[in-house]
């Protein structure tokens, strides 16, 4: 039970400062499941995120669910997901609460402009982190920039190449994991 109690405030946490959706909110996943408890690996964190993205719902939430699966079953899920949707409800209600109160606030509007590069920069320490870990293999800024992993790469390149030219999520994924398959059994 403390256990659950535990995920439930570190996903509350998370989904307090997880501003600009369910990408800006995976290098806060991570800091809470992979660095500060070690709940999960990074390649565990990596498959969870993969998961969560080709599955129906938000991401974050997504994540949030299957990290608690992962974690401590079935009630750790419920309190992940709770921790995690219970900041944006109350949020929500309030900020809802104020606009139909007080009208146009240009505070409000400011407030949120400003929380757009900030967002822009959770979303690259997660692109970062992922980046390593599909090239080199590694969780953080490599040492040896040459031991890379040249199947990574291809799959990169050609997954870039895909995005580029609006091939569908499930589709890219899909394809990529194949792709992923055949090249680690040559």
Same mark, same amino acid.
């Given at each position: ?6 995920? !439930? ?11 600009? %959706?369910? !990408? ?5 996943? /991570? ?5 500060? !408890? ?9 498959? &969870?995120? @993969?998961?969560? /993205? ?6 974050? +939430?997504?994540?949030? @669910? ?6 401590? %079953? ?15 409800? &109350?949020?929500?209600?309030?900020? @809802?609460?104020?606009?139909? $109160? !007080? ?5 409000? $509007?400011? @407030?949120?402009? %400003? ?36 199947? %990574? +790469? +291809? ?10 030219? $609006? ?20």
């Amino acid at each position: 039970m403390e256990i659950c109690l535990l995920l !439930y405030w570190e996903f509350c946490k998370i989904g307090l400062f997880c501003i600009g %959706g369910g !990408y800006a909110s995976m290098p806060w996943i /991570q800091a809470a499941v992979v660095d500060n !408890y070690h709940w999960l690996t990074m390649s565990e964190f990596i498959d &969870i995120f @993969t998961i969560s /993205q080709m599955t129906p719902g938000p991401i974050g +939430i997504n994540a949030a @669910t299957f990290a608690g699966t992962k974690i401590a %079953g079935l009630p750790g899920s419920i309190a992940a997901t709770l921790g995690f949707v219970t900041p944006s409800l &109350i949020l929500c209600l309030g900020v @809802t609460w104020l606009l139909k $109160k !007080y009208g146009d606030i240009s505070a409000i $509007k400011g @407030t949120l402009n %400003g929380l757009r590069p900030a967002v822009v920069a959770l979303m690259l320490v997660a692109g970062l982190s992922f980046l390593y870990l599909s090239i080199w293999n590694v969780e953080t800024l490599p040492e040896d920039f040459g031991a890379f992993d040249l199947k %990574g +790469i +291809i799959i990169l390149v050609l997954a870039f190449i895909a995005v580029r030219r $609006k091939m569908g999520v499930i589709n890219l994924l899909a394809a990529s994991g194949i792709l992923g398959l055949v090249l680690g059994l040559l």
